[in-house]
């Protein structure tokens, strides 16, 4: 077994881990926590193609604790374009955890939190993942009233593939060419802050940045060739145009980039990259590169998953404030 499949299989384990603690209600039925928070599963943001349907979950803080529409971050998952769903699966430092871990310290936190499905690789290449992940963001937008959420503090935040989303969030809000018209239109998908995590910016630099002997080969037969319909480097035009990198403007949002030295998968110098990019037009951003640590933030034990959160959440408070 390659190790992508290896890598493969262990995500689909996961996801299916992941998915069997969903509660199982009607779409869209909220759900009370003791503790008066609530989240809705399944919410349709878009209908695509013949009648495909793609779908959020919705988690929201207590309204006794927190008054006032709330800051809300957006989790895409990670999958090399190709696995997974918005349950997700995201490790921390050595173990795993899911995301619904993460989502109730950002909900503790004062944080709605919506995580987005789009449609993988095996059913349609980009744009049209990036049009998906845009319709969610201006469905939210379109509800923010109703479902108690500021539409004017949206923060995108992703790992792995999700990290190139949550960067072209960042860089492409309402850029008409890559906008699509899935789902509502004519409301913004911008958002006001983006995280990513170890996220690949250049498809066509990954192999030239390997940094280990078991680096993933991103050419013929990759996850990038299967996203883009064409390996990176037969297709450079269309490369480019998926990078987020050919969209840094002065008008980026703030960004936090964190990203493993020992990245098998997607190499550091992909978030070294974006940083140099975003240095050039003054966008206000962190870049941190985690020694000996490897995709996931898996590898190094000296590195705390509190080292990780930490940084994650000042930087959600600083650009969002959700005691404002």
Known sequence: ?????????????????????????????????????????????????????????????????????????????????????????????????????????????????????????????????????????RWLRAHAEELNLDPHRFAAWGESAGGWFSAMLATTGDLPALEGDEGLTGVSSSVQAAVDWYGPTDFMSMDSQAVAPIALSHGVGSPEAAFLGCPPAQCPELSRTASPLSYVNPATPPMLIQHGSLDHIVPPGQSTLLDRALTAVGTPHQCIIYPLTDHGFLGAVTLKPTTVLDTFHTFLDAHLDPNH
């Open 1 to 137: 077994m390659s190790r992508f499949r290896f890598f493969d299989v262990v995500q689909s384990a996961a996801a299916l881990v992941a998915r069997a603690f969903v509660p199982r209600t009607a779409a869209g039925q909220p759900v009370d926590f003791a503790d008066g928070g609530q989240a809705r599963y399944n919410l349709v943001y878009a209908t695509v193609g013949a009648g495909r349907d793609l779908a959020l979950d919705l988690f929201q803080p207590p309204a006794s604790r927190w008054t006032g529409p709330r800051p809300l971050v957006i989790y895409i998952h990670g999958g090399a374009f190709a696995l997974m769903g918005k349950e997700g699966w995201l490790p921390i430092v050595g173990g795993i955890r899911f995301p619904r871990s993460i989502f109730a310290d950002l909900v503790d936190r004062g944080y709605a939190v919506a995580s987005l499905d789009y449609r993988l690789s095996g059913e349609a290449q980009f744009p049209l993942p990036l049009h998906d992940v845009k319709a969610g963001v």
